[in-house]
């Protein structure tokens, strides 16, 4: 079975300072990761995700993400955040197999950007 | 368009009563997910649909009844709800695309359920 640590449950940082979610997981088949953000009263917005190729993945607003298959991580890291950026942040992962699959996912990380 | 959409966005019921949810993709997933949100705690998986056909059930009580009318719908209807069911009930949808291992789901915005 898989399963998901997020280390942190808590990060404030202040606004334009860099920022890392840090997130481990646990599974003995291959797997596929991905980072959601749900901003307050709002559903899941998925943020970027690692399926395969470069280890290195990015999304459009800046955060990137780096498989690292020998320490079973997939920390999340932005250089520069924004007020925008305050929301909470779920690391997920699923089996290596085709069709619907379960996401197992993370306690979360809530992120607080302070002016 | 990575669009779900979910209705309404807010219901307030009694436990006696009976209620649906709706959800709609139009982007021709053929998966289609509920999950349940406490506060500050992560999506749980209740149901996953997979060609229009019920493919798991987290054994979730017989007060939630999952509907999959056709390939953009799902509905959650809902009977007899305890106050401990208030969450965000969110629909997810997946393109279950062959060539493609891992599956990617999109989240619609939820219905915030409040069972007096």
């Known amino acids: 079975a898989q399963s998901v640590t997020q280390l942190d449950s808590q990060v404030p940082v202040f606004e334009e300072a860099p920022v890392e979610l840090r997130c481990n997981y646990s599974s003995s088949v291959s797997v596929y990761l991905f980072w959601y953000v749900q901003y307050p009263n709002q559903g899941l917005q998925l943020l970027l995700k690692y399926l395969s190729g470069s280890t290195l993945v990015e999304s459009i607003n800046g955060f990137e993400a780096e498989f690292n298959k020998s320490q079973t991580s997939f920390h999340l890291r932005k250089p520069s955040v924004h007020i925008s950026d305050t929301a909470e942040y779920f690391c997920a992962v699923s089996t290596g197999r085709q069709g619907a699959q379960k996401l197992v996912f993370g306690q979360g990380t809530r992120l607080t950007i302070n002016p | 368009d990575t669009e779900v959409t979910q209705t309404p966005k807010h219901l307030v019921m009694g436990m006696t009563n009976k209620k649906s949810l709706k959800c709609e993709q139009h982007m021709g997933h053929r998966a289609m997910y509920w999950y349940k949100q406490k506060a500050k705690k992560p999506p749980e998986l209740m149901f996953v649909?997979?060609?229009?056909?019920?493919?798991i059930n987290e054994s979730v009580p017989s007060r939630f009844s999952p509907e999959c009318p056709n390939s953009s719908l799902l509905n959650l209807h809902l009977h007899a709800l305890q106050p401990e069911d208030s969450a965000l009930y969110l629909c997810a949808s997946s393109p279950l695309a062959l060539r493609e291992m891992a599956d990617t789901q999109y989240f619609g915005p939820g219905t915030r359920l409040t069972v007096l």
């Open positions: 649909y997979s060609y229009e056909k019920l493919s």
